[in-house]
């Protein structure tokens, strides 16, 4: 999604994929945070490698691994010995830090889902919730993490399609994956946050800020703007007062304009779908009917119908 600022072999998407030599990669970026930014990439493969894969330059990052299917067999060295052999069930979340320079040996088929995390990524989020300081994940042992499962598999058709996505999907679920892993893979519990939601005033702004033009791709960092907030903290206030997350509720108003244009113009569907900011006439048509249960053509027909009943004789 975003133009990629780390080394040219840091663990993040085409470099990433270059160290554990495979070809097939897709991979996401966040654009919110204000330290650094985070990166998932997925990695997959039929064949498995040889070879161990490449020195990881050494920085102050973790990879957080999930294992999209099991993985029959794997070898984990840190500091050049064997911490680890054996395989990962599926839904499996495993993590490593760079500073351990960790290395791997692959040689059977895989597919997976790797997170590229700065500390410092980390440690603005704990700053932003009034978390106590940050000073590393604890998540030595892995395990299926069902929760984890979750937020990873919802970002598989975001993977295939970054820009049916838009920025603000990855931004959303990245940045709840990482608060996630902070409350469940280190040490000390999270202290309770105080419930928050957003005023009317807020609200408005936002409306005025996202609908004003819905061809936008907005980040979830201008949006927090608007209100003067932090994006996390934001991303919980807006959610509290609507039910939604911010990319779901766009989708809606997104949807909701088009039925406006569908019904009250005779504008070509492809064109409404632009005008709405959808990247074409088929993503339109696919959230169109998830939430009105018809197509954008047949809504139409419908309509035209309704409205030649409504009309007073002559």
């Not at 395990?143 to 993977?159: N, T």
């Amino acid at each position: 999604m975003n133009r990629e600022r780390h080394s040219p072999r840091s663990a993040t998407g085409a470099q990433i994929a270059h160290l554990f030599g495979v070809s097939d990669y897709q991979t996401l970026k966040t654009s919110s945070l204000r330290s650094s930014q985070m990166t998932v990439t997925r990695l997959w493969t039929d064949e498995g490698s040889k070879e161990m894969t490449a020195n990881i330059p050494v920085e102050k990052a973790s990879v957080v691994s999930f294992q999209l299917k099991t993985l029959r067999h794997h070898e984990l060295w840190k500091f050049d010995r064997l911490f680890y052999s054996g395989g990962f069930a599926k839904d499996t979340i495993s993590m490593v830090h760079l500073e351990e320079q960790p290395r791997a040996h692959l040689p059977t088929d895989y597919d997976c889902l790797m997170f590229h995390i700065p500390d410092l990524v980390l440690r603005e989020l704990c700053e932003q919730e009034d978390m106590p300081a940050f000073h590393g994940l604890e998540g030595q042992k892995a395990r299926v993490d069902p929760v984890a499962a979750h937020l990873c598999r919802s970002l598989l058709p975001a993977l295939e399609n970054p820009a049916a996505a838009g920025r603000l999907f990855f931004d959303h679920v990245g940045i709840a994956f990482a608060a996630y892993l902070l409350d469940n893979y280190r040490g000390g519990a999270r202290p309770l946050l105080r419930s928050s939601s957003l005023s009317r005033l807020q609200m408005k702004k936002i409306e005025e800020y996202l609908l004003g033009d819905l061809t936008r791709d907005h980040s979830l960092e201008s949006i927090a703007a608007v209100c003067n907030m932090p994006v996390s903290t934001f991303s919980k206030a807006f959610k509290q007062t609507t039910g939604l997350a911010v990319h779901q509720w766009l989708r809606s108003k997104r949807a909701e304009r088009a039925a406006e244009l569908l019904s009250e113009t005779k504008e070509a569907i492809a064109s409404i779908a632009y005008e709405c900011g959808f990247t074409d006439q088929a993503h339109l048509t696919r959230i169109f009917t998830r939430i009105y249960g018809t197509t954008p053509g047949s809504y139409r027909s419908q309509m035209t119908r309704h409205n030649r009943a409504g009309q007073p004789a002559e």
